[in-house]
């Protein structure tokens, strides 16, 4: 069965860029973003106001960026305990849906729903692709600068469809619509197709597993941890994981219509944009570098077959 949708994120919740409110050391916005929260805080007494906030040193903002620390000190990393060489194919324990895992904070209940939103990636058969071969060298022309992750991918992944619930084998390819519709498509668009068939159980021994680990505590101040581990599904063993925690510095102001979780993701560690070289870790869109982290740390471990 072909399924339809051409991209690695194109059924996903829209990965929307982000208008920077206050840029680093403009201090003339910041001071419009302050005195936006300030007028909305004093506009309600009620228990939703959003917090006011400042140049970072409220009481609130200085707890939630101590304990921010102290969980990347102590907690945070990548801990890889073994790797397996000329991996074909993974299997995925959980899918990443658009209603359940996409979480910008824009609403007052995004604050406590454990969504993984520090593991933020495409959602339905978008996180599919992710993971299978040719997606990500989709229209790329030009080879990938020294240091760059490869983003290969592997031949199949089996995973429960997250729309009908069924056990599947996934495989890509890509499509040149044009050729069969030039009257839809523009000459040369090419596209990458999903295929699937039904599997009575998986055959891969290997999986990737994600999960909020965030506790209330962490949350009341707007962080966020989460885990993403790889594991042996033949003997339970946890051949690699990866712990991160991200925190809203301005501990969920909504001033402008800012998302607070999506603004998190420049107070992360480890950092998205650590597994690329330079100009990569200087860029600013730091939640852009979300995308495709689940097939990074999985190539990691799990290397694909050439």
Same mark, same amino acid.
């Given at each position: 069965m072909n399924l339809r949708p051409t991209g690695p994120g194109q059924d996903a919740a829209p990965l929307t860029s982000r208008t920077r409110l206050h840029q680093r050391g403009s201090v003339a916005v910041r001071s419009v973003l302050v005195a936006s929260v300030m007028l909305l805080s004093a506009c309600s007494s009620g228990p939703s106001t959003s917090p006011s906030i400042s140049q970072g040193n409220t009481p609130q903002q200085l707890r939630a960026m101590?304990?921010?620390k102290e969980r990347c000190e102590t907690k945070s990393g990548v @801990?890889?305990?073994?790797?397996?060489?000329?991996?074909?194919?993974?299997y995925l324990v959980n899918v990443r849906k658009s209603y359940e895992h996409s979480n910008s904070g824009g609403s007052?209940?995004?604050q406590f729903r454990l969504s993984d939103p520090y593991g933020?990636?495409?959602t339905g058969h978008g996180y599919l692709r992710v993971f299978l071969r040719g997606s990500f060298q989709l229209n790329r022309?030009?080879?990938?600068p020294a240091g760059h992750p490869p983003h290969q991918g592997y031949f199949f992944v089996e995973a429960y469809d997250p729309f009908d619930g069924k056990l599947?084998? @996934?495989?890509?390819r890509i499509d040149e619509p044009w050729k069969r519709m030039p009257e839809k498509a523009l000459p040369g668009h090419l596209s990458f197709e999903l295929d699937r068939s039904p599997i009575a159980q998986r055959t891969a021994r290997y999986g990737v597993k994600f999960e909020d680990i965030s506790t209330r505590e962490e949350r009341e101040l707007w962080i966020a941890g989460s885990s993403l581990k790889v594991i042996d599904l033949e003997t339970n063993e946890v051949l690699a994981e990866r712990i991160g925690y991200m925190v809203d510095w301005a501990q969920g102001s909504r001033a402008g219509a800012r998302q607070p979780w999506t603004f998190a993701a420049d107070n992360a560690c480890p950092d998205f944009r650590s597994d690329y070289p330079e100009p990569f870790r200087s860029s600013r869109d730091t939640p852009g570098f979300q995308i495709y982290q689940s097939?990074?740390?999985a190539?990691?471990?799990?290397?694909p077959q050439p």
């Open positions: 101590a304990m921010w @801990f890889i305990h073994r790797t397996v060489e000329n991996v074909e194919g993974v007052a209940l995004d933020r990636d495409a022309k030009e080879p990938l599947y084998r @996934f495989t890509g097939l990074r740390f190539e990691k471990v799990l290397k």
